[in-house]
Structures are given as C-alpha cells and as structure tokens.
C-alpha cells in the first residue's frame, strides 16, 4: 500500500475512490479529474469537500443546421475539458427578478450540465438526483444559487441539474418542421433535451459515483411539469426510479397543445419575422429571434401534443396507467400567487369577490363560492388565494398527483407548503404573498439546503428548521423511494391506509385531505373546458 501511494505522489495525483467512480485529484488539491465517456473532465473541489464538475456539454451544440432539431450527442474532446464554470445560460427574455443565475452568459450553445458528487470513499454506487430548473419553459438557468447541488451532494447523493431550450428556441412548432422531422411533428425540443441529459446521466453517472439504476428526477415549475412530463414520455421510460415534483405538471388545465394549435402559434411568429419558412428563421441570429420572442404579442410557446414524445395527451396516458411505474412525491405551495390574480384591483370585499367568481365560472360560481367562502374581507383574500393558486398551478399538480395515485401501483405523498417567508432584503422580489402563505417558488431552497445561498432574505432559526426538515424528507425519497426517516414527522402515502398530506412548516404533520370536493368540482368544469375547446 505505502509503494502504491508513492507512485501516486510521484505521479502527482491522488486517487479517491467512491463506488465504481475514481476521481484524480490534482497536486494543487482544490481540482479533481474523472473520466466519462467523451474524455476527461477537471472540475473543482468545493472548501466543503465535495467535488463539483460545472458546464459539462451533454449534447452538441444546438446551433445552425440543428436548431429546432433533437439533441444530438455531445462530441468526444481531446486532452482535459475544463469543466470549473457553469456553461451558458439558455437564450431568454429577463422576466424573473427572483432569477439570479452564476452562468458565463447566454447562448444558443446551452446544453450543459453540472454535477456534484461526494468525495467520501462509499463502497455501494449512490443514489442520484437530476434537477430540472422552473421558469415556465421561458426561462430559467441550472447554475442558480437555489438550486446548487453541494448540499444534497454532503448527503450522499450525486445531483445534477440541467440547462436545456426554452421558448422560441426549446418550443417552436411550425409544418415545416414537422416535414424535415423523422416523427414528421416538431416543438418539445427543450423536453427532448432532457430526456439526452437523462441518457447521459444514465451512461456516465457511475463516473461520478452514481447509481444508474437509483435516478430521481425532479423540478419546480415548469421542472415539475417536466418531470410529469418525463414520466408521461416512453422515451424516458428506465431513465429514472423515482419522481420529485414541486408545483407544476400537464395534467388538468396545463395540458399541452395539441399540434395544430401549436402549429397555428408558429405561424404568427414566422409572421412577426417576416420570415417565409423554417430557412429564413435558422439564418436569423439568436439575439434577433429572442428579441422578436420578447415583444408582448409574441405566442408563447411550450409542449405539444406531438405524437413522438407525447405519443398521446398526458391525459389518456395517466388516466390508462400507461406513465412510468415510480414512486412520486409531489406538491405545492399555500399561496402560489396573490388573491389579486383573481380580484385584480379591486378591494376584497365580498361583493367584489362574488363578481370575479361570477365573471369566470358562469353558472359553476353558486358552487364554487361555497367550497371558496367569502363572507368577510378576511375570508375573501384567504379563498381568493387559493382559488388564485389552485387556478393556477395547484390544481394541475392534484390532478397528476390524484391521477397517478389511483393508476399506478408504487407510492405517492402529497404534501403543501405552507411557511412564509421572512422579511425580504429587496423588497421588488417577485411572488412574496405577505403573511397570507407560501408563494410560488419559495420552497425551493428549503427543499435543496441552499438557504445560505440566496441573499434576498432574513433568514431565521425558524427557516433553517423548516429547510432541515422538508431536505431531509427529500433526501430520504431519493435514497429510499420513502420519505420517511428518525425524528421526522409521519408522511403517509396517498395509497396507504391511512391517505394523509403533509403539512411543511415549522411545526410539520400530516392531516387528512381537506379540500377534496374543490379539486373534483374544478376537474369536472375543466374537462366541460375542454370539450368546448375542441
């Protein structure tokens, strides 16, 4: 052993040893060396210890010829690719004050991913955690600070999180895409960008220390509706063992479009670009299409109904059990947005509120004000937030946290959160809902352990309770598939005997479902919605 270690001082290196992974760490000590199946990648150590591996192309660049076209796979380098920056950010308009990004700058060459990994000796591979950022499929970076992997990674996990196409440029769905497409459709691209960092991640995460077999995918927001969409695709399906989802998924009123109605979106756009086709778009630079993409008129763009990676809706596929077999763990939070999404400026008086009410929902309003009660000021801003909420986001994720939980055969737990805030240090901060509950967004660093990454906040003893909390139920789910674990509160599945949700907070419990006959009346006016859209 003393001879062994000699030639890795001459040599200059020194190996450390996780699972299958062998790490070469530089002489300077604060660099480590792995090798995937590319080439060599030199990444960082982190003052922590644990090794982090910024801006790894896992497809090639998305540029010239292959914009809007699947991914294709990253091409092998030569020597040691320097992998110590997060790669580019995806090209994208500025519309998220709370969006703080570490990246090098934006670019169309986006497809990077970062990893961070133990650097403890384990003798089994570890389980992994593949993160897809929120941002409505508009925006949205993996090198955020609340998303940061070095956390998770001292839990013995190997994260990952994913850059991947947004907008115009993930999204575009146009005939003349659909006719150079193998599947003849187009659009989903930023989703099939996921599904090649999932296929990376399945052939090189053993580099790392990973275990292939033990991926957890997760995400909040338009994340979470990628990770609902992952489960819904065949073309992830063995990608990944169990799912993670945080506000979001396309089910219920997000269902995506269908590929005509996507279709007629990208001809308003080839119209705003005075462009004739396909051709003249892919001649246009990047900065002109995303400048074109931000004018307030612009379609917004998102997933499609394509028949390749949706082979179906999202509907028909969970509603026939046809999604992947995992386990899921998903919910949302107390006050996604502000009861003034439904009131606007008006005052919140009963009146007011009926009126709104009465203005969106028609003749389900009678019904729907006495499972949203308005009879004081007070009672109005508390239903007219939920209702806000559930219109939303939250009711989307009931539909595909109840839809999964009644097809599928693996566990799923439910869970709200419901912890506000603390005071913010930049009070133009986007989504902070007061002391009416937990706005869109909020739980992310809790759930990740990076409170001490994000600086807009006061953060308090409360806070770091309810982040040590809710991680490590997280942390649990991922190495396990269970939440549950010594001094945590009990979290029963959906499924169990017992069908409770939790409630995250600074005192955290589970209680049985309140507001069940909300959810089934507001699926029963969505799919009236849907018909009458057909």
Known sequence: MQKVNLICLIAGIFISITGNAQFKVQPDRKSVQV???????????????VYSFKGIPYAAPPVGDLRWKAPEPARDWKGVLQTKRFGASPMQPAIYKDMVFR?????????FLNVWAPSKPHKNK????VYFHGGGFIAGDGSEPRYDGESMAAKGIVMVTVNYRLGIFGFLTLPGLDKESPWHSSGNYGLLDQNAALK????????????PSRV?????????????????????????????GESGSVLGNLLPRSLKASEKMGAAFLS???ASGVEDLRKMPADKLLKIYSLPDAPRFGPTIDGYFFPHSPAYI??????????????WNSAEVSYRQLLKKELPTPDNYKKAVTGLYGKYADKLLKLYPGNSSDEVVKSATELAGDRFIAYATWKWIFAHSITDGYPVYRYVYKHLLPPAIDTGINGVSGNIGAPHSAEIPY????????????????????????????????KTGNPNGNGLPQWFGLQSSIPKVMNIDTKSGSEPEQNLKRYLLLDEINAVQLKDRE
């Open 35 to 49: 090798q995937i199946i590319n080439g060599t990648i030199e990444g960082n150590i982190e003052p922590g210890g």
């Open 103 to 111: 990246s090098s700058g934006m670019s169309e060459d986006c497809l």
């Open 126 to 129: 570890l389980p992994v955690f």
């Open 200 to 211: 990376w991640v399945h052939k090189n995460i053993a580099a790392f220390g990973g275990d």
């Open 216 to 244: 957890t995918i997760g995400g909040q927001s338009a994340g979470s509706m990628s990770v609902s969409s992952q489960m819904a695709s065949p073309l992830s399906k063995g990608l990944f063992a169990r799912a993670i």
């Open 272 to 274: 705003m670009a005075n």
């Open 318 to 331: 969970y509603e026939r059990g046809l999604q992947a077999d995992v386990p899921l763990l998903a919910g």
């Open 447 to 478: 759930a990740l352990g990076n409170l001490n990454l994000v600086k807009a906040y006061r953060w308090t003893a409360d806070d770091y309770k309810v982040s040590a909390t809710m991680q490590a139920y997280f942390v649990n789910f991922i």
